[in-house]
């Protein structure tokens, strides 16, 4: 179609670059997200609120990094934080404990109060292993549940029911447990339950028929950044869970700092048992935090006879009634100093991120209702998702799977050739140095490319 030759005509250089990176990497990415048809734009460049790729074309950037990039691209705050630590310190990693871990720690629980403790990780994936390790560890059971078409990274025991068909979902009410990747262990299957998202009634039936093997609840408040959870949902949710002792996991690695400053645990009032946060606190380096009760914490907490597993002890000390969490790069001082000054930044500028995102929602509304599309733009705070769509409510994978995602690509190709960029049929995340200027600069492009859809 017309869109796509256009692309090909603009992007001969990521065309070219793709191939050769075949070459290097397993279908030329090191991220499969990072693919898709036909060839992913390779990026040169980023500035503000700007991308440009190889081809020197210019793009509003969307993407964000999937929402890392709270601050926009080479923000001088993050830049002067990331020198100042390293010229005061002399060294980019200690191995030990230092000042930045705990002056971090206690700038996240301000804005977290249902954190009463948290610990480092190197990432989202890493600190959603972390939340469920804790909660074998602290209640004894040994299965977790989590619902249908919620994501909380790329291993083994949360990559079941991620993005399935419909066609061998199990019904909406008792979802199956879908295996999404080859080489997962099908003994997940059986210790991953699959709950049915925004369904109160059928999520509490299987709860408690299962209460005494599971341990802990993991979701994503706001399911993919953008699918809300109900407000009453989410109020049963935290009760049933709370009757039945079975830990509640907010995994707010997308919603952490996006949503608002606390997350979407602050959008329902709802104090989860633990919350996993990564994406913004790490100012676009790789950091996760697993934050939650003390008690359910503490179960990592060393002992002071036998406190550490390291393997080039001749004896092993390590404690086995102490869980273990380990890492090299834990709480990098490099990695905090630049989630430091993210979030102190943001403190100022939350506000106009949600301002700029209304206004944007808003001009899309407009402008698709121009068009005679119906459309829905989801989500909360600083993330929404164009949804094009006739049904009323999209309340979870069922419903969005549903979406007209044709016309969705043939758009997000057209908006690419207008200098807009999202991955297609991703969702929007905006940042403090998106503008004015910026939501204009789209609104116009949107009108174009709405023009020209076939
Ligand atoms: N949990 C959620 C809700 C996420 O959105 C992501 C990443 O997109 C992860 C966990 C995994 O985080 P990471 O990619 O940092 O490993």
């Given amino acids: 179609n017309e869109a796509l030759s256009e692309f090909l005509r603009r992007t001969p250089k990521s065309k070219e670059f793709s191939a050769a990176a075949k070459h290097v990497m397993p279908g030329g990415v090191t991220a499969n997200i990072k693919a898709f048809d036909p060839y992913p734009v390779i990026m040169d460049k980023g500035a503000g609120a700007q991308l440009y790729d190889i081809d020197g074309n210019q793009y509003v950037d969307y993407l964000l990094s999937y929402g890392a990039l709270m601050l926009g691209h080479g923000h001088p705050a993050i830049t002067n ?60 059971k040994h299965k977790i549940a989590k619902f249908e078409g919620h994501y909380h990274g790329g291993y083994d025991q949360v990559l079941l029911s991620v993005n399935p068909s419909l066609d061998n979902a199990g ?81 707010e690695v997308k919603t952490g700092f996006r949503v608002g400053l606390g ?66 790069y834990n709480g990098h001082p490099t990695i905090l100093a630049a989630g430091l000054a993210t979030i102190n930044v943001l403190e100022q500028e939350m506000d106009h991120v949600v301002t700029m995102t209304n206004k944007l929602k808003k001009g899309l509304s407009e402008l698709f209702g121009k068009h005679g599309i119906s459309m829905q733009t989801i989500g909360l705070g600083s993330i929404f998702n164009v949804v094009i769509t006739d049904k009323e409510t999209i309340g979870n994978h069922r419903d969005f799977q549903q979406a007209n995602f044709s016309m969705r690509k043939e758009l997000d190709f057209l908006l690419l050739n207008e200098g807009i ?18 939501i204009q600069d789209t609104l116009a492009a949107y009108e174009q490319a709405l023009s020209k859809l076939t």
Avoid: C, W
């Fill in 81 to 140: 934080a990331i020198q100042s630590q390293m010229e005061a310190n002399g060294t980019v990693l200690f191995g030990t404990p230092h000042r930045l871990e705990v002056e971090m720690g206690r700038k996240i629980m301000q804005h977290y109060p249902s954190m009463e403790k948290v610990r480092y990780t190197n990432s989202g994936t890493e600190a959603t292993l972390l939340a469920i390790r804790m909660a074998h560890a602290y209640s004894g």
């Fill in 421 to 438: 960029y999202t991955k297609p049929l991703n969702r929007y995340s905006l940042s403090t140095v998106h503008g004015e200027k910026e």
């Fill in 171 to 251: 019904p909406a009410t008792e979802p199956a447990s879908v295996i999404e990747s080859k080489g997962v262990d099908p003994y997940h299957q059986q210790h991953t339950v699959v709950l049915p998202f925004n369904d109160l009634d059928a999520t509490a039936e299987i709860l408690r028929k299962k209460k005494d093997d599971i341990a802990a609840v993991i979701l994503e408040p706001i399911q993919s950044g953008f699918i809300p959870a109900d407000q009453s949902f989410m109020k049963g949710l935290r009760e049933v869970t709370e009757e039945l002792g079975i830990l509640l996991i907010f995994d």
């Fill in 263 to 328: 997350g979407a645990q602050a959008v329902y009032g709802t104090t989860p048992d633990l919350t996993t946060l990564g994406k913004v606190i790490g100012g676009g380096f790789p950091v996760g935090i697993v934050g939650g009760k003390q008690d359910v914490l503490m179960t990592s907490a060393p002992t002071s006879n036998s406190d550490v597993f390291d393997s080039s002890h001749s004896k092993s000390s390590q404690a086995k009634d102490v869980l273990f969490h380990s890492g090299t």
